[in-house]
């Protein structure tokens, strides 16, 4: 029984991690459409 809660933690992480990645990826191009619309830039030094 013990493999077996190896393998779910593990899939468990690596789970979290693909779905923050994919999200994050997905949703990238809609927030960058959203901060050109209000005009928000990056400050140069």
Do not use: C, W
């Not at 190896?6 to 927030?31: D, E, N, Q, W």
Request: net charge negative; aromatic share 16%; proline share 4%.
């Amino acid at each position: 029984m013990m493999p077996l809660k190896y393998f779910s933690s593990i899939y468990a992480l690596y789970s979290g991690v693909a779905f923050l990645s994919i999200t994050a990826v997905f949703f990238a191009p809609v927030i960058h459409r959203i901060l050109h619309i209000l005009q928000v830039e990056d400050e140069e030094n």
